[in-house]
């Protein structure tokens, strides 16, 4: 079935360091991809999206890009900060049919330290 | 409300009681969906409705859990005779068509605590 998995944590770096946060994939179809986070007290939010091949999604200085080859969307950020400490999902989503349910990987927990 | 609201916050109730779990969308969101998030597991997926209608019910881990919606809107999960492995964070989020195609949104959660 369709799945995603993504590098355990928790993954903890230095202020400035640069962040890869490995997600591989698994579908039938031709999914979308997303990166959600969740914030210490915060609900899960949408942190970017790639909606097909070779697409990048970008936001707040994080990248991912889709690559079907090695149906991968692995998540990177230059520059981490302090305020970047969250738990990072990693998930698909395939549009059309009787669902459009988003599959989650397991998260992974990003501490960032000053 | 400006994004999805979810009652109570916090539930703790005795083995075998039944419980139910409440979900306000964003107005005008078609579809919506309830997760189940464990500690150490990720968001597992229990149910999406689309309107009124529940086309994928694929998740429900045992006929004990229940859900609907009415009016195209509210939602309200139901647990019946509730068990410890049942303690979780409940969490529901709405699409404006679905989460492939725009994005879901999630509310806080229900934090479910079975004694």
């Known amino acids: 079935g369709d799945s995603v998995t993504q590098m355990e944590g928790p993954v903890t770096l230095s202020e400035e360091a640069f962040l890869t946060i490995n997600c591989t994939y698994t579908?039938?179809?031709?999914?979308?991809l997303f990166w959600y986070v969740q914030y210490p007290g915060e609900g899960l939010q949408l942190l970017l999206k790639?909606?097909?091949?070779?697409d990048k999604g970008s936001n707040k200085g994080f990248e991912a890009t889709y690559r079907k080859e090695t149906t991968s969307f692995h998540l990177e950020k230059g520059s981490v900060q302090v305020s970047d400490s969250a738990v990072y999902f990693c998930?698909?989503?395939?549009?059309?049919?009787?669902?459009?349910?988003?599959?989650f990987g397991t998260g992974t927990l990003l501490a960032v330290q000053p | 409300g400006a994004g999805v609201s979810q009652s109570p916050s916090n539930k703790v109730t005795e083995k075998g009681k039944d419980v139910e779990l409440r979900c306000d969308p964003i107005?005008?969101?078609?579809?919506l969906y309830w997760y189940r998030q464990s500690l150490g597991q990720g968001l597992e997926f229990l149910i999406y409705?689309?309107?009124?209608?529940?086309?994928?019910k694929s998740g429900l881990p045992s006929d004990r859990f229940s859900a609907e919606r009415t009016g195209g809107s509210v939602s309200t999960l139901t647990i019946q005779r509730t068990q410890q492995e049942d303690s979780a964070v409940y969490l529901c989020?709405?699409?404006?068509?679905?989460?492939?195609?725009?994005?879901?949104?999630f509310g806080q959660g229900t934090r479910l605590t079975v004694v």
């Open positions: 989020a709405s699409s404006e068509q679905g989460a492939g195609v725009t994005e879901a949104f």
């Open positions: 579908a039938t179809g031709y999914p979308s």
């Open positions: 790639a909606t097909k091949a070779d």
């Open positions: 998930a698909l989503a395939l549009y059309g049919g009787a669902t459009n349910k988003l599959i």
């Open positions: 107005s005008g969101h078609t579809a």
């Open positions: 409705f689309q309107g009124n209608s529940a086309p994928d």
